[in-house]
């Protein structure tokens, strides 16, 4: 049988919807040099659905991310990616001419009409009210109303796209004063379209804390925390609270002797990304000790900063565990410290300083927004001598052929090079690798990076 079924290509389109741009153009490629009429088929049925992605993207422009969740992970508005493809397919069969016009435009990398992309845009908004239940079985009546308001603001937030920077970042008084008519149009068209242009701006700022300093640019009040925190559009301000405040009840509870050290790098990750958070927060308002925000915001600054300061200083005590060191006695009365040569490198102890470790490695950012980076400084100068000292111990015990097993010994030194990078000593780290390449007749591997 040379041809698929209908219920094969049924199934493959299905499959081939739901996956990824990324997948689909490596499918693409591969499928270019297989032979036979199926795989032919499905090439065909891919290069279509790269086509159909692209021109969708252009047509529905900044409500397409409305359909995929924030990569910072800060609530906003947002609808199922099924009901993308679903409304596409609908608007195509609704509007094959305008598809048609805009395929001849874009011959020779011409522009599509803005217009004819608009019209596009307020097919699809009629479509969600005239038929939502063909577009997506789980589709209600309520999230396609909704999403059909969206679609209204189209043509309003295309034109919008262009200006975002600069409402976002260091507007003149003709910039700010365009946004203000912008948002004012808004209500021409419904009462409450005001705060749904917000959320598709929102949507397409990629730093959330600056849809602060567009709320307060409309608003007229410069950052004015007591106004903003009071107003209809406080909700915006509640998700970034909500997502520093999460990442916060997380801090309290990580403990290193609880945690494996995926998980530290998880919660150091996360502690990055809401101490950016903050640090946008700050410079989008101005914060008073009196308002409720920026008392809030106080307090869990320092609560984050204790709980960074906690964790860092268990760092010294944990690797003094993982890479303990004895006294040894060199002549009569006379000792010195020298590493426990036959210490493990793979029990709990070594597995609790890792997770402590990569935390401090990681921290760097948030120690300067949370006000402990001094104490940060000193935990990894602290380290760093300590460190180096036991790296030097191994590398004379090495080439002096003393201790019980040099493939052991060298995990040692290989775990203590780790360690004095995320104490941020790189320069030791890589002398200590080269030494112990030398003393071991191999070739240093190279440092890896901390995120």
């Known amino acids: 049988m040379t041809e698929l079924s209908v219920a094969s290509r049924n199934a493959i389109s299905a499959m081939l919807e739901a996956a990824p741009d990324s997948a689909l153009g490596k499918l693409s490629v591969a499928l270019r040099s297989t032979p036979g009429a199926k795989a032919d088929w499905i090439r065909k049925r891919t290069v279509a659905e790269i086509n159909a992605r692209r021109m969708?993207?252009?047509?529905?422009?900044?409500?397409?991310?409305?359909?995929?969740?924030?990569?910072?992970?800060?609530?906003?508005?947002n609808f199922p990616?099924?009901?993308?493809?679903?409304?596409?397919?609908?608007?195509?069969?609704?509007?094959?001419?305008?598809?048609?016009?805009?395929?001849?435009?874009?011959?020779?990398?011409?522009?599509?009409?803005?217009?004819?992309?608009?019209?596009?845009?307020?097919?699809?908004?009629?479509?969600?009210?005239?038929?939502?239940?063909?577009?997506?079985?789980?589709?209600?009546?309520r999230t396609a109303q909704n999403l059909a308001a969206c679609f209204d603001l189209a043509p309003m937030a295309r034109a919008a796209m262009p200006m975002l920077d600069l409402w976002t970042g260091?507007?003149?008084?003709?910039?700010?004063?365009?946004?203000?008519?912008?948002?004012?149009?808004?209500?021409?068209?419904?009462?409450?379209?005001?705060?749904?242009?917000?959320?598709?701006?929102?949507?397409?700022?990629?730093?959330?804390?600056l849809i602060l300093r567009v709320i307060s640019r409309v608003s007229g009040v410069s950052g004015e925390?007591?106004?903003?925190?009071?107003?209809?559009?406080?909700?915006?301000?509640?998700?970034?609270?909500?997502?520093?405040?999460?990442?916060?009840d997380d801090l309290d509870q990580f403990h290193p002797a609880r945690n494996v050290p995926e998980e530290a790098r998880v919660i150091a990750d996360r502690l990055t990304r809401a101490s950016d958070l903050m640090a946008q927060m700050?410079?989008?308002?101005?914060?008073?000790?009196?308002?409720?925000?920026?008392?809030?915001?106080?307090?869990?600054?320092?609560?984050?900063?204790?709980?960074?300061?906690?964790?860092?200083?268990?760092?010294?005590?944990?690797?003094?565990?993982?890479?303990?060191m004895e006294r040894v006695?060199?002549?009569?009365?006379?000792?010195?410290?020298?590493?426990?040569?036959?210490?493990?490198?793979?029990?709990?102890?070594?597995?609790?300083?890792?997770?402590?470790?990569?935390?401090?490695?990681?921290?760097?950012?948030?120690?300067?927004?949370?006000?402990?980076?001094?104490?940060?400084?000193?935990?990894?100068?602290t380290l760093e001598k300590r460190l180096s000292q036991y790296g030097d111990e191994l590398i004379e015990a090495l080439n002096a052929g003393e201790g019980p097993d040099e493939s052991q010994m060298t995990a040692l030194a290989v775990l203590c090079a780790e360690f004095l990078v995320q104490a941020d000593a790189e320069v030791p780290a890589r002398t200590l690798r080269r030494r112990l390449a030398a003393a071991t007749g191999a070739t240093a591997a190279p440092s890896p990076q901390i995120a």
């Open 81 to 141: 990616s099924p009901i993308l493809n679903g409304l596409w397919r609908a608007v195509s069969a609704r509007q094959p001419l305008l598809l048609e016009q805009a395929e001849d435009m874009t011959v020779g990398g011409g522009e599509i009409s803005p217009r004819l992309l608009d019209q596009l845009c307020l097919s699809a908004a009629a479509v969600l009210r005239d038929e939502p239940g063909a577009i997506w079985p789980g589709l209600d009546a």
């Open 329 to 381: 006695r060199i002549h009569g009365a006379m000792s010195r410290m020298a590493p426990v040569m036959d210490a493990r490198t793979d029990g709990p102890l070594v597995q609790q300083a890792r997770a402590a470790m990569t935390v401090l490695g990681m921290s760097k950012a948030a120690a300067n927004v949370l006000g402990c980076a001094g104490q940060r400084t000193q935990v990894c100068e």
């Open 282 to 324: 700050e410079l989008s308002l101005a914060f008073t000790h009196e308002g409720a925000w920026g008392a809030r915001f106080h307090v869990l600054k320092q609560r984050m900063g204790r709980a960074l300061e906690n964790l860092m200083g268990l760092c010294p005590r944990m690797v003094d565990k993982a890479l303990p």
């Open 225 to 248: 925390e007591r106004f903003l925190a009071e107003s209809e559009l406080a909700d915006f301000g509640e998700r970034l609270f909500e997502q520093v405040e999460e990442t916060a």
């Open 170 to 209: 260091r507007p003149d008084a003709d910039s700010a004063a365009s946004l203000r008519l912008m948002m004012r149009d808004t209500t021409r068209i419904s009462e409450d379209a005001a705060p749904r242009m917000l959320e598709i701006l929102f949507a397409n700022i990629r730093e959330a804390p």
């Open 56 to 77: 969708r993207a252009i047509a529905f422009g900044p409500l397409i991310a409305l359909f995929r969740k924030r990569a910072d992970g800060v609530r906003g508005m």
